[in-house]
């Protein structure tokens, strides 16, 4: 019997069998004529039936695609969940959830979330007559202070973005079942299913943008949901159908490709994600750092309790203002000003300016999101050339002479 594995800095161990399963689950040969071992692309839209109305398996490629199916399983297997499904987007999959409510039901959202999820519960699902509440789901009595008769889904991440904040999955899903029938969905894009498996924390639903980590090569935009429960995995897997939410075959296949290397390029992304938070919480050009592998993270011991470990994502607050934070993207040689985040390339961006600038201003002032909060999402680069980037840089935006 395999011993399990240590994990670094006192976090849960790591999942057994995890590289194994993403390189094997759903790939066998044997499903395929020509015994290929890579899955290949199965561009067809239309398969050939036997007889009307008996295929063997696939009939339209909205419905059902080899190539997609070969990932869905891995999915579900890292997940450790019974089903999976693969979208066109994270807001794909989003849009999808929240077509299992109805006009009038309420949804809790938390308060510090990824722009694009704001965005879609502010300005589009209330169109349908849908309330939104956002709220500090990380403490949970403000959470179940939050649930009335009409909610029926909460919606969390965590770590959030941009603030890193955690969220007691057990805790929420606690809180949340004993109010009745809610669905608990878990944005788990930053830490990816390497790092945290909400589903067996007590979440209904785990999603992702598969385009960060868990894809990690920047070519791919995509999305996921994880669910155990067959009567919700049937009426997602009919509303996807019905509202056509699904990736091409070349995308699936691509992030198929990308998945296969999960383990490996997380371990790395914690191993720079915490060099680099380390480095700039000792830097005196710098106001805070927030990142979970650090004890001076306010919920450092929930990340352990509840994670195998860390990502690259790692926020800060340079000193000074607008001008001092834009003067440091502008000087990074290394790190690309983009956004996005998740892939094997460093980048940084300013989320009040970019990722988040359609969140009120109002409600970034109380998150914190100010003009000198940057966001880094740390790849898999020689942590000794990231450092010197960031060094030089800070450097470059507080030159010695200035007043």
């Known amino acids: 019997m395999q011993e399990k594995d240590v994990s670094p800095h ?221 009567s919700l995995h049937k009426r997602l897997r009919f509303l996807q159908n019905s509202v056509g939410a699904v990736p091409s075959p070349f995308d699936c296949y691509l992030f198929n490709r990308g998945l296969k290397t999960l383990q490996i390029r997380m371990q790395r992304h914690f191993e720079n994600g915490m060099a680099v938070a380390r480095f700039l919480e000792s830097n005196p050009l710098v106001e805070k750092v927030i990142y979970p592998g650090l004890p001076s993270h306010p919920q450092h011991e929930l990340a352990k309790r509840q994670c195998t470990g860390c990502p690259g994502m790692v926020t800060f607050y340079i000193k000074g203002t607008l001008q001092h934070a834009e003067s440091f993207l502008k000087n990074l040689k290394l790190f690309t000003l983009a956004e996005s985040l998740g892939g094997y390339e460093s980048l940084a961006e300013l989320p009040a300016i970019m990722t988040h600038a359609s969140v009120p201003k109002s409600h970034r002032d109380v998150l914190g999101i100010s003009d000198t909060l940057i966001r880094l999402s740390v790849g898999l680069e020689d942590k000794e050339d990231l450092l010197e980037d960031i060094d030089q840089a800070l450097k470059a935006a507080h030159p010695p002479n200035a007043n």
């Not at 006192?10 to 015994?35: D, R």
């Not at 039936?49 to 199916?69: D, I, K, V």
């Not at 990380?138 to 179940?144: A, G, N, Y």
Request: net charge neutral; aromatic share 10%.
């Open 10 to 230: 006192g976090y849960l161990p790591s999942f057994q069998h995890f590289a194994t399963q993403a390189i094997h689950v759903g790939q066998e040969p044997e499903q395929w004529t020509s015994q290929a071992v890579v899955p290949p692309i199965s561009l067809s839209t239309t398969f050939k039936q036997g007889a009307p109305g008996q295929h063997s398996g696939f009939e339209y490629s909205r419905s059902g695609n080899p190539t997609r199916n070969c990932l869905e399983k891995a999915v579900a297997a890292l997940d450790g969940a019974k089903y999976s499904l693969s979208f066109a987007s994270g807001l794909a999959a989003t849009m999808t959830i929240t077509h299992l409510l109805k006009t009038g039901d309420q949804i809790i959202c938390m308060d510090d979330v990824y722009g694009g999820t704001s965005r879609y519960f502010r300005q589009v699902a209330p169109e349908f007559g849908l309330k939104i509440s956002f709220v500090d789901c990380s403490k949970t009595k403000c959470l179940e202070a939050a649930i009335t008769p009409e909610t029926k889904l909460v919606w969390v991440e965590t770590p959030t973005n941009p603030s890193l904040k955690m969220v007691d999955i057990a805790a929420c899903a606690h809180t949340v079942h004993k109010r009745g029938d809610i669905i608990l969905v878990v944005d788990n894009t930053f830490m990816s299913a390497y790092f945290q498996r909400p589903l067996a924390l007590g979440a209904d639903i785990c999603m992702y943008s598969a385009t960060k980590y868990m894809n990690g090569h920047s070519d791919v935009v995509m999305g996921l949901v994880s669910v155990n429960s067959e």
